[in-house]
């Protein structure tokens, strides 16, 4: 967690990679990883044995700002109390050896494309009945929120051509919000209740960066923020023939495919060469899902009680999980305590959050025993 950040992460990677082995050899799990510059890790359990959770944490740094979702920086402390809390639960008996994988990306709102064929590739020794995400929040809210899915994203880059981006951007955009799934019965419902909170929509402002979407009633700013597309046209600072004259970036709700976004952007940029970087599917996660009820008694012991919205506001590797493996990842922040830097926390402070994250791991596990003979 000490180590400084790096444009190229090698000394990130490697620390990395000897954190990761040593755990590897103390949980019972095989670490693998892909060859990459950045590679993706992941701690997966010996042959033949099936998961009982699967876990998500990243080693490096975001692309994009990740305020107020979680701390600037704080992947590797996320990291970090992750594999803690996995430490204890095993050590303490909650898990045996073996019966958890993790897998360890460079970064959560990056690396779409080569993260999906990783997980497909290892699907029979990653996917399990629920998936989590460990997260580190600038402070404890009142009310713990719980997210019911998470956005997608579509990045797309445009070389040449004489079609203004914006112009594309727009077009797709259009065509997007007239075939868009609109909320459901239930969303509508959560809508209502979270619009009534003032809290709720000064932590809605910091998602949202058109100051248009900030403006209308709180259900309106809700539904945009979760259920409508939007689009930044993005100009690299210097032009230079190898890179794109645009890069177009897509928020995207139910429905929206990158597949399908990135032939709408080639048939609206006749004579230029388009090429997608990212793609993460919007998901959903049902409320009756095992890790839904994990975390319902969670924020009820740690907070006022569940603040649970239809899908988080930003983008989240979840249905990249969802698509690859069946597992989608609800999302759990757990606190920073005050008077802490993410990259050199007190002792008894980083101990408080690794209790709280093998809480979620010791709930996770009664929720699923207690869902598994329904299913039976």
Partial sequence: MSLARETLPQLSAEAARKALTAAAGSLGLELVENKAAA????????????????????????????????????????????????????????????????????????????????????????????????????????????????????VIGIWGGDTSPHLIRDEVVAALEDEAYGPRPLDFDLMRKLADNRDVLEFLEETVEDPEAASGSGETRLKSAIFEPHAQVIRPG??????????????????????????????????SRVEMAESMPWDRIGIHHPTIQAL???????????????????????????????TPLAEWGVPLPAGNAVRFPKPEAFEAMTREAAELLLRAVDAFEEQAPQRS
């Fill in 39 to 154: 590679p993706i890790f992941a701690l997966i359990p010996p042959e033949g044995d099936e998961p009982r959770l699967t876990l998500f944490a990243t080693w490096h740094a975001e692309t994009v700002p990740v305020l107020p979702a979680a701390v600037e920086g704080s992947e590797r402390l996320a990291l970090a109390v992750t594999m803690g809390a996995l430490s204890g639960v095993v050590a303490a008996g909650g898990l045996s050896p073996g019966s958890v994988a993790v897998v360890v990306a460079p970064g959560a709102a990056h690396g779409s494309l080569v993260l999906d064929p990783f997980l497909r590739e290892r699907r029979v020794r990653l996917a399990s009945p629920a998936g989590f995400w460990i997260r580190v929040l600038p402070r404890a809210p009142k009310r713990r929120r719980i997210y019911l899915g998470g956005r997608g994203r579509v």
């Fill in 238 to 271: 210097a032009s230079h023939p190898d890179r794109p004259v645009a890069w177009l970036t897509f928020e995207t709700a139910e429905g929206m495919e990158g597949p399908e976004i990135l032939a709408r952007v080639r048939a609206a940029a006749p004579g």
């Fill in 296 to 326: 319902i008694p969670l924020s009820k012991a740690r907070s006022a009680g569940p603040e649970i919205w239809p899908a988080a506001p930003w983008a989240t590797p979840s249905g990249i999980f969802t698509r690859a493996l069946g």
